[in-house]
């Protein structure tokens, strides 16, 4: 009988030192994720690799630069829930395709078309019980309010997914004040460092 409780002692010890080790490895790897979402922009869905605090005039300029694949406005706001004005919605707009600067994969519904569509981050649509045919109704930091309708719902970590990709126009209709950055998406061998410099003071790496 003691020959069995030990060898049963010596088991439960194995065991229990097996689920430390694990349990340790587990925070590693949750360690090391977090880390990649802080420093990686393209886990987060981000397509471009630097920002430039220059206006759209620009845009033609930087296009010809060594190393840039394409570049465009990121108009960028704060709003309210129209309906709650508690829950805060980072809302970020570009002329044109944004899937070719930020592209977070689609959950449902399908990408925003026409001046009158949004997208929004999965942790939003759970916040307000939006899914794609729902109206999102947002008061701007102008004080105007900007309705559009829920094309899609996208699996973005950017503002723990209390995020709403609408049409530049539509933004800038509700508050011409928004900030705005020039994105800039590099080729795949491009240096990074060098286009910086070449962009000057104004240019910093996407975060």
Do not use: W
Request: hydrophobic residues 45%; negative net charge.
């Amino acid at each position: 009988r003691l020959a069995a409780a030990r060898r049963a002692r010596l088991v439960a010890g194995a065991a229990a030192l097996g689920m430390s080790c694990a349990f340790v490895l587990l925070m590693l790897a949750l360690a090391s994720a977090l880390t990649t979402l802080e420093t990686d922009p393209s886990a987060l869905g981000k397509r471009y690799q630097l920002v430039a605090n220059q206006p759209p005039s620009a845009v033609g300029q930087i296009r010809h630069l060594r190393g840039v694949a394409a570049v465009a406005p990121r108009y960028e706001d704060e709003a309210l829930d129209s309906f709650s004005l508690h829950e805060t919605i980072d809302v970020i707009g570009y002329p044109g395709d944004h899937t070719e600067f930020e592209a977070p994969p689609l959950v449902s519904g399908h990408r925003l078309r026409g001046e009158h569509e949004a997208e929004v981050g999965e942790g939003l649509a759970d916040a307000l019980g939006l899914s794609p045919g729902s109206v999102l109704a947002m008061q701007m930091a102008s004080g105007k309010e900007l309705r559009l309708t829920v094309s899609g719902v996208v699996g973005s970590f950017e503002h723990d997914g209390r995020v709403a990709y609408v049409p530049a126009g539509a933004l800038l209709a509700a508050d011409p004040n928004a900030s705005e950055q020039l994105a800039v998406r590099l080729t795949p061998n491009a240096n990074a460092s060098r286009v910086q410099a070449e962009l000057g003071v104004s240019a910093s790496p996407a975060s």
